[in-house]
């Protein structure tokens, strides 16, 4: 079990990107942070340490003007993140999970205003693959492993499964894979839209830090916006979505970002962002 005074979290910021070409093989990405789940002797297993640490991340991200992206990934080549702890679950109850508030804590990737990315290879089993569809994006090694077991031992998925993959899939095939507790593969998850990208196993986290950094160099209040539409999307009425969508753009059009864009389009020259 994890214990309490213990770190299996780490935060970069700015994130650095393998890179042969740089010195000491490595390079920083402005504005990405990654946030990294380390235990990859238990395969990244979720414990509510974990989580929690998970949890204080996030929100110090959030509260920093520096970080424009997160890339979320697993320690190590096996896992993402192969669930939850299933040692330290097993003799909780009710009145434990309520007290112990420990799904609280699952949210805190979701409400970043920030948009996330997760860097998955190997295995993102339960919640896992919870954590990681909590993203807005997932970047997908072709080594990976994909499912929601908790069918196997009882539960079902309690942090969002249900929900997400139903959204994500539809209906039909995330009741297969919830009911029958099913692992996919990348290329299944690919076709089933699952993902953003599947990429080489070995390029995985640089092709998650690349597109964060093509997304950190846009304009920060648009992209917050961008964010923030798309996520209601899943949640709205199409007549609401479509009115948050044109208030948000009423608000753009009033910062110095949107008059510099247009205006370094107009003069044919890179837009120089404040984020004001």
């Known amino acids: ?49 974990v989580i929690r640490q998970i949890g204080e ?52 990737i979701g409400d970043l205003p920030v948009p996330t ?14 954590l990681a569809m909590s993203c807005d994006m997932i970047v997908l090694g072709d080594d990976a492993r994909l499912g929601q077991p908790e069918i196997k031992i009882g539960i079902l998925p309690g942090s969002g499964g249900t929900q997400r993959l139903t959204r994500a899939i539809g209906q039909a095939r995330a009741m297969e894979m919830i009911l029958t507790g099913r692992m996919i593969d990348a290329a299944e998850a690919d076709r089933m839209g699952l993902v953003t990208s599947v990429v080489p196993a070995a390029e995985t986290l640089a092709a998650a830090l690349d597109l964060a950094a093509t997304i950190a160099a846009m304009p920060p209040l648009a992209v917050r916006a961008a964010k923030d539409a798309v996520r209601r999307a899943a949640e709205l009425p199409l007549s609401a ?12 059009f009033a910062t110095e970002d949107r ?12 837009a120089a962002w404040q984020g004001r």
């Open 241 to 252: 979505g479509l009115r948050h969508e044109r208030q948000l753009l009423y608000i753009l």
């Open 259 to 270: 008059t510099e864009g247009m205006r370094a389009f107009l003069e044919k020259r890179p």
């Open 1 to 49: 079990m994890a214990g309490d005074g213990e770190r299996f979290v780490r935060v970069d910021l700015p994130a650095r990107r393998p890179d042969a070409d740089a010195p000491g093989g490595w390079r920083e990405v402005p504005g990405v942070a990654l946030l990294t789940i380390d235990r990859p002797a238990v395969l990244n297993a979720l414990s509510s340490v």
């Open 117 to 130: 990315i997760a860097a998955v290879r190997g295995y993102a089993l339960g919640g896992g693959l919870e």
């Open 57 to 108: 991340a996030c929100r110090a991200l959030a509260a920093d003007p520096a970080c424009r992206v997160v890339v979320l990934t697993g320690a190590g080549t096996r896992a993402f993140a192969a669930g939850a702890d299933i040692a330290e679950m097993v003799d909780e109850t009710t009145a434990d999970l309520v007290a112990g508030r420990r799904f609280d804590e699952w949210d805190a």
